[in-house]
Nanobody, 130 residues
Framework: QVQLVESGGGLVQAGGSLSLSCAVT????????MGWFRQAPGKEREFVAA????????YYTDSMKGRFTVSRDNSKNTVDLQMNSLKPEDTAVYYC???????????????????????WGQGTQVTVSA
């Protein structure tokens, strides 16, 4: 089992940056890939990025590639999401999630689907003002 706790959300002006952290605990975390999703009011939860725990392989939604960076902090056992050049449309609740790692050429499509994830954090609010 894996436990996930997000932190780092808040209010930021457009063009600014924010870093989110997902604290990961559990006995088998090395078997999982950690994903970040977001959900804006009235919209579906959408994939942002993912990080395979053991290999460091990263996956991104094309529209966020270059602005968002997902990484792992070994000293804190967290998976972090660095968000730069934020826009008002980035306003959402951001969720961390864990999916059992899939070794397949289709892994990127697998991790982009929320139903692939077994464990979810409680979410952290990010608000970007114009």
């Amino acid at each position: 089992q894996v436990q996930l706790v997000e932190s780092g959300g808040g209010l930021v002006q457009a063009g600014g940056s924010l870093s989110l952290s997902c604290a990961v605990t559990g006995r088998t975390v090395e078997r999982y890939t950690m994903g970040w999703f977001r959900q804006a009011p009235g919209k579906e939860r959408e994939f942002v990025a993912a990080f395979r725990w053991t290999t460091g392989t990263t996956y991104y939604t094309d529209s966020m590639k270059g602005r968002f960076t997902v990484s792992r902090d070994n000293s804190k056992n967290t998976v972090d999401l660095q968000m730069n050049s934020l826009k008002p449309e980035d306003t959402a609740v951001y969720y961390c999630a864990a999916a059992f790692s899939l070794f397949s050429p289709d892994a990127s499509r697998f991790y982009a689907v929320k139903s692939s994830y077994t464990y979810w954090g409680q979410g952290t609010q990010v608000t970007v003002s114009a």
